[in-house]
Protein backbone atom coordinates (compact mmCIF):
# COMPACT_ATOMS: atom_id res chain seq x y z
CA UNK A 1 0.00 0.00 0.00
CA UNK A 2 1.61 3.17 -0.69
CA UNK A 3 2.65 5.80 1.69
CA UNK A 4 0.59 9.05 1.92
CA UNK A 5 3.41 10.73 3.98
CA UNK A 6 4.27 11.35 7.60
CA UNK A 7 2.28 12.18 10.55
CA UNK A 8 3.75 14.05 13.61
CA UNK A 9 2.28 14.01 17.14
CA UNK A 10 3.11 16.12 19.58
CA UNK A 11 1.77 14.55 23.03
CA UNK A 12 1.76 17.36 25.42
CA UNK A 13 -0.38 16.68 28.09
CA UNK A 14 -3.61 16.02 30.11
CA UNK A 15 -5.32 17.12 32.73
CA UNK A 16 -7.94 15.86 34.62
CA UNK A 17 -7.40 12.26 34.32
CA UNK A 18 -9.46 9.41 36.61
CA UNK A 19 -6.83 8.65 39.31
CA UNK A 20 -6.52 5.15 39.48
CA UNK A 21 -4.30 4.73 42.54
CA UNK A 22 -6.10 5.19 45.73
CA UNK A 23 -3.23 5.30 48.09
CA UNK A 24 -0.36 7.33 45.88
CA UNK A 25 0.10 9.15 43.14
CA UNK A 26 -0.71 7.95 39.58
CA UNK A 27 1.93 6.88 36.92
CA UNK A 28 0.47 7.60 33.60
CA UNK A 29 1.90 7.12 30.13
CA UNK A 30 0.22 7.06 27.15
CA UNK A 31 0.34 4.33 24.06
CA UNK A 32 -0.37 5.74 20.85
CA UNK A 33 -1.74 3.87 17.94
CA UNK A 34 -2.29 4.43 14.16
CA UNK A 35 -3.07 2.16 11.57
CA UNK A 36 -0.66 -0.99 12.49
CA UNK A 37 2.29 1.31 14.01
CA UNK A 38 2.20 2.16 18.34
CA UNK A 39 4.30 4.03 20.09
CA UNK A 40 4.71 4.33 24.21
CA UNK A 41 5.32 7.46 26.15
CA UNK A 42 7.64 7.89 28.93
CA UNK A 43 6.11 7.53 32.44
CA UNK A 44 5.03 10.57 33.50
CA UNK A 45 6.22 10.08 37.17
CA UNK A 46 7.68 13.34 39.15
CA UNK A 47 5.92 14.29 41.76
CA UNK A 48 2.67 16.07 42.04
CA UNK A 49 1.92 15.36 38.49
CA UNK A 50 -0.72 12.82 38.90
CA UNK A 51 -3.74 13.25 36.85
CA UNK A 52 -2.11 16.00 35.48
CA UNK A 53 0.65 14.61 33.84
CA UNK A 54 3.17 16.47 31.18
CA UNK A 55 5.08 14.40 28.70
CA UNK A 56 6.27 16.68 25.38
CA UNK A 57 7.07 14.14 23.45
CA UNK A 58 7.27 13.61 19.45
CA UNK A 59 6.20 10.71 17.79
CA UNK A 60 6.06 9.62 13.81
CA UNK A 61 3.94 7.47 12.18
CA UNK A 62 4.15 6.42 8.34
CA UNK A 63 0.55 6.91 6.96
CA UNK A 64 -0.89 4.78 3.92
CA UNK A 65 -4.64 5.00 2.07
CA UNK A 66 -6.70 4.34 4.99
CA UNK A 67 -5.31 6.10 7.78
CA UNK A 68 -8.58 7.59 9.50
CA UNK A 69 -8.07 7.91 13.45
CA UNK A 70 -4.89 8.31 16.31
CA UNK A 71 -6.15 6.46 19.34
CA UNK A 72 -4.28 7.60 22.46
CA UNK A 73 -4.97 5.31 25.58
CA UNK A 74 -3.77 6.64 28.85
CA UNK A 75 -2.77 3.43 31.65
CA UNK A 76 -1.19 4.22 34.93
CA UNK A 77 1.86 1.65 35.41
CA UNK A 78 1.76 -0.18 38.51
CA UNK A 79 4.77 -2.10 40.38
CA UNK A 80 3.13 -4.86 42.01
CA UNK A 81 0.28 -5.75 39.50
CA UNK A 82 -1.01 -5.05 35.63
CA UNK A 83 -1.44 -1.69 34.51
CA UNK A 84 -4.87 0.34 34.93
CA UNK A 85 -6.24 1.69 31.86
CA UNK A 86 -7.35 5.17 32.71
CA UNK A 87 -9.00 6.48 29.59
CA UNK A 88 -8.95 6.92 25.85
CA UNK A 89 -8.97 9.81 23.34
CA UNK A 90 -10.01 8.97 19.70
CA UNK A 91 -8.96 11.50 17.50
CA UNK A 92 -9.71 11.80 13.81
CA UNK A 93 -7.14 12.57 10.65
CA UNK A 94 -9.46 13.94 8.26
CA UNK A 95 -8.70 17.52 9.37
CA UNK A 96 -4.78 17.02 9.68
CA UNK A 97 -4.70 15.47 6.41
CA UNK A 98 -6.58 18.61 4.87
CA UNK A 99 -5.14 21.01 6.48
CA UNK A 100 -1.47 20.02 7.59
CA UNK A 101 -0.95 21.22 10.71
CA UNK A 102 -3.14 21.09 13.81
CA UNK A 103 -1.58 22.88 16.96
CA UNK A 104 -1.84 21.57 20.08
CA UNK A 105 -5.57 21.23 20.93
CA UNK A 106 -7.40 19.54 23.79
CA UNK A 107 -9.12 15.90 22.85
CA UNK A 108 -11.21 14.68 25.30
CA UNK A 109 -11.06 11.36 27.47
CA UNK A 110 -13.11 8.63 27.43
CA UNK A 111 -13.63 6.23 30.47
CA UNK A 112 -14.64 2.26 30.08
CA UNK A 113 -18.31 2.87 30.19
CA UNK A 114 -18.34 5.94 27.95
CA UNK A 115 -17.79 9.04 30.51
CA UNK A 116 -15.66 11.45 29.84
CA UNK A 117 -13.24 12.49 32.37
CA UNK A 118 -10.21 15.00 31.53
CA UNK A 119 -8.55 15.94 28.38
CA UNK A 120 -5.11 15.17 26.84
CA UNK A 121 -3.61 17.99 24.23
CA UNK A 122 -2.27 16.71 21.32
CA UNK A 123 -0.46 18.66 18.39
CA UNK A 124 -0.57 17.23 14.85
CA UNK A 125 1.44 17.82 11.98
CA UNK A 126 0.94 16.32 8.22
CA UNK A 127 3.57 15.74 5.60
CA UNK A 128 2.55 14.35 2.57
CA UNK A 129 4.90 12.03 0.50
CA UNK A 130 6.48 14.17 -2.88
CA UNK A 131 4.22 13.29 -5.20
CA UNK A 132 6.64 11.82 -8.24
CA UNK A 133 8.79 9.45 -5.30
CA UNK A 134 5.57 7.89 -5.06
CA UNK A 135 5.00 7.55 -9.28
CA UNK A 136 8.95 6.32 -9.35
CA UNK A 137 8.61 3.46 -5.88
CA UNK A 138 5.43 1.84 -7.80
CA UNK A 139 6.65 2.35 -11.31
CA UNK A 140 9.94 0.20 -10.14
CA UNK A 141 12.41 3.17 -10.53
CA UNK A 142 15.35 4.18 -8.01
CA UNK A 143 14.34 4.34 -4.56
CA UNK A 144 15.49 7.53 -1.93
CA UNK A 145 19.50 6.16 -0.82
CA UNK A 146 19.95 4.42 -4.09
CA UNK A 147 22.37 7.29 -5.18
Same mark, same amino acid.
Request: aromatic share 6%; net charge negative.
Given at each position: MPTLGTLEVLLVKAQGLHNTDFFSKMDPYALLKCQTQE??? !?? /? #?? /???? #?? %?????KFVFKLSEGASDLIIRIMDKDKFSADDF??? /? !?? #?? !? /? +?? *????? %? %? &? %? @? #? +? =???? !? &? @?????? =???TFTPKAKCYEE?? *??????????
Open positions: HKS !KV /A #SI /ADQG #SN %PEWNEVGE /A !KI #SL !K /A +VL *MEGNI %P %P &T %P @Y #S +V =VLLD !K &T @YCGQIK =VGLRE *MEGGWREGAL
